[in-house]
């Protein structure tokens, strides 16, 4: 009588049963991290454009009135060297926006839009 080595159609058919399972489980964790990843980097994104506008109008732009709202483009930040070249919105893939600088409360605020 021979013996035969290897897994019957019943077995893979289980492991293949509970891989299944455990991706049903995993997948809307693994999903909650990635979507909240991807706001984290846009808040980064969001903080460094506004810390570069800032150091952009303390340095070129000094006697500039921040009591009335200026805006500022991206495409002014690169080409002044305040942010690099491949700089684009994580959540768009683009650089379409613009930086409002001002002061409040003896704060400067940043807003972008």
């Given at each position: 009588?021979?013996?035969?080595?290897?897994?019957?159609?019943?077995?893979?058919?289980?492991?293949?049963?509970i891989?299944?399972?455990?991706?049903?489980?995993?997948?809307?964790?693994?999903?909650?991290?990635?979507?909240?990843?991807?706001?984290?980097?846009?808040?980064?994104?969001?903080?460094?454009?506004?810390?570069?506008?800032?150091?952009?109008?303390?340095?070129e732009?000094?006697?500039?009135?921040?009591?009335?709202?200026?805006?500022?483009?991206?495409?002014?930040?690169?080409?002044?060297?305040?942010?690099?070249?491949?700089?684009?919105?994580?959540?768009?893939d683009?650089?379409?926006?613009?930086?409002?600088?001002?002061?409040?409360?003896?704060?400067?605020?940043?807003?972008?839009?």
């Amino acid at each position: 009588m021979r013996k035969n080595k290897g897994f019957t159609l019943v077995e893979l058919m289980a492991i293949l049963v509970i891989l299944a399972a455990m991706m049903l489980i995993s997948a809307p964790s693994i999903t909650k991290t990635l979507k909240k990843s991807q706001d984290l980097e846009s808040i980064e994104y969001e903080k460094n454009l506004c810390l570069a506008a800032q150091s952009y109008m303390q340095i070129e732009k000094r006697d500039v009135d921040l009591s009335t709202p200026q805006t500022i483009s991206i495409e002014t930040l690169m080409s002044t060297g305040y942010v690099t070249d491949d700089t684009v919105n994580p959540s768009t893939d683009k650089v379409d926006m613009s930086i409002e600088i001002r002061k409040q409360d003896g704060e400067i605020k940043c807003v972008i839009k």
